[in-house]
């Protein structure tokens, strides 16, 4: 009889917008992974343990989106250093050993900004305090920055920010800037590396900085790229990393560690590149 199918999909909610499929899909052709399945299902935090208790043993692993990646914690028997110590995981891989949960945000992060030429952080900017931004704070410290800066609108609501810093050894500065657009625009000026983690559209008050063409900077926002933040800072000589090659990037991890075999990039991003241009 033929081996049976191995399966894999993405959950969240809501998810029908993920590209994820797409890049999951392209990695299977491109390494010949034949009778492997990627899918999408709506699934919200009350429902992500009943989901997982009920999968059977076909099941490679899972991608999670919002809002399940605090709790995709719970419901694994081992966690990685990096989903620990950030709080958040976005991945679920199932083996004969059990599920482990894991974080590939941060090397989406650092990947995307090495292929930009960011080698080493330095003088660093993170817009915001949710889980994208205790990623970004992980990916700063391996690119050399442990201090970065992080602006947000009240700095009491960054209690899970500072603890995530506590847990990964590093000392952001969190100040409350975001909350006065001319306060964060002096902020961004200077700045040698910016990642807003903010959702689409509350960046835009800031496109009027007087950016550094020095500065690199990456908007995990990719949907109705460029936004008007990321072509503010274009327009001003920055190099500037689409959320689309961090997305790229963390799947190209996920895949390698749902399949044990090195993810694809250029099939991937090719793939997801069409996708983008057909939504378009």
């Known amino acids: 009889m033929p081996a049976p199918a191995r399966r894999a999909a993405v959950l969240g909610s809501p998810v029908a917008h993920s590209l994820s499929p797409v890049l999951h899909r392209a990695a299977y052709d491109a390494l010949g992974l034949a009778g492997w399945e ?14 997982v208790d009920g999968l059977d043993g076909s099941w490679a692993g899972l991608s999670l989106t919002m809002p399940l990646k605090r709790v995709a914690i719970d419901v694994a028997d081992r966690v990685s250093e990096l989903a620990a110590a950030t709080g958040a995981a976005n991945t679920l891989v199932f083996t004969r050993d059990g599920r482990s949960a894991d974080n590939t945000d941060v090397a989406g992060i650092v990947e995307a900004l090495r292929e930009a030429g960011v080698v080493t952080a330095r003088d660093a900017v993170v817009l ?20 970065p800066r992080v602006l947000v609108r009240d700095t009491r609501r960054a209690a899970a920010l500072r603890e995530a810093a506590e847990r ?55 949907a109705g790229w460029p936004t008007p933040f990321a072509a503010s800072a274009a327009d001003a000589g920055c190099r500037v990393v689409s959320g689309l090659s961090m997305l790229l990037h963390q799947a190209v991890e996920q895949v390698t560690l749902m399949t044990g075999r090195a993810g694809p990039v250029e099939p991937m991003r090719a793939a997801l590149q069409g996708a983008v241009s057909t939504r378009a």
């Open 168 to 222: 990964l050894g590093v000392t952001p500065d969190v100040r409350a800037d975001l909350a006065d657009p001319a306060d964060a625009a002096r902020a961004l000026a200077g700045a040698g590396v910016v990642i807003s983690t903010l959702p689409h559209g509350a960046a835009d008050a800031l496109v009027g900085t007087g950016w550094s063409a020095s500065t690199a900077v990456l908007d995990a926002v990719y």
């Open 38 to 51: 990627y899918g999408r299902r709506e699934c919200d935090e009350a429902g992500l343990p009943g989901f």
């Open 128 to 147: 915001g305090a949710g889980g994208t931004a205790r990623a970004a704070l992980a990916a700063l410290r391996e690119l050399g920055d442990p201090a």
